[in-house]
């Protein structure tokens, strides 16, 4: 008799089961539509590099606003994206989170939240388009036509922060730029090479970046560490979206002209010597 009780037990909780997945299939199936901009938590987590466990604890700690309610689904924009890099850079920077509500509770006071809002997002927006990819090792080893002896040679892109290490996989913030990598050792140069040019045109893009912000920026100093006045606040958020296309297209052609010049150089005194040497002969 137990023995059949177990069974109908059994058998009672297996359709249990499948109901259960059978439900959140149904729910998932009659799930809103998400918009551009909008995203689920899982989404969220995904662009930003967090993990949900993460974004529900920002939530509950008050750093993060609470997505909007449709139906059972929790439904994230891009103000959530902009805090939580936000969030993000502070604590790569040493702050705790309570140091980071406090310091969010000081902006909002006395000004208004769609201004805040809109310089925090003109800070964070990544100006890139391109969605971070994960590798790994022996992806990147074929890629650059590396050995699994040359394994160490991947810490040195770690290092330079074309990559980064989460898990067993390797992060690179722009896919492109590693591609842009493998195409330069495919022709021929050495991995260690490339690195070293790619160490040295982030140096000197750098510096040309520092020196723009620089300049655009000084009258902004003479509040200190406080944040604009109100009436600032707006026309800061617009300096940065329109310094933003401005840098990219200086820096693009800048050095697309400086690529132009190097190659007809050495291809022009490659040519010259080649017709000098003709003349010669002749």
């Given at each position: ?26 729910r ?160 021929g ?82 040519l ?11």
């Amino acid at each position: 008799m137990k023995v059949v009780e177990r069974n109908a037990t059994r058998g009672y909780d297996s359709r249990m089961a499948v109901n259960s997945i059978q439900n959140r299939r149904k729910r998932g199936a009659s799930a809103p539509e998400l918009a551009d901009g909008e995203y689920t938590v899982d989404q969220l987590a995904h662009v930003t590099g967090s993990t949900v466990r993460n974004i529900r604890a920002y939530q509950d700690k008050e750093v993060l606003p609470p997505p909007e309610k449709r139906g059972r689904l929790g439904v994230y924009k891009e103000q959530h994206v902009s805090r939580l890099h936000l969030i993000n850079n502070l604590l790569d920077r040493g702050f705790s989170i309570g140091n980071i509500k406090e310091l969010l509770d000081a902006w909002l006071t006395g000004r208004e939240l769609g201004d805040i809002l809109g310089l925090e997002h003109a800070i964070t927006h990544a100006f890139t388009s391109e969605k971070p990819r994960a590798y790994t090792v022996t992806e990147l080893l074929k890629m650059f036509g590396l050995g699994a002896i040359n394994k160490e040679l991947i810490d040195e892109a770690v290092e330079l922060k074309l990559l980064k290490r989460k898990g067993m996989k390797l992060i690179a913030e722009s896919p492109s730029l590693i591609e842009a990598g493998a195409g330069l050792v495919e022709v021929g140069m050495p991995f260690d090479e490339m690195l070293q040019l790619l160490r040295l045109l982030r140096g000197n893009v750098q510096r040309a970046a520092d020196s723009l912000v620089d300049v655009a920026f000084p009258r902004f100093d003479t509040f200190g560490d406080d944040l604009p006045p109100k009436e600032d606040i707006q026309q800061l958020s617009e300096l940065i979206w329109k310094l933003r296309p401005i840098a990219h297209t200086a820096i693009r052609a800048e050095a697309e002209m400086a690529l132009n010049r190097a190659i007809q150089k050495r291809l022009g005194d490659r040519l010259l010597g080649t017709l000098q040497n003709l003349q010669t002969e002749e």
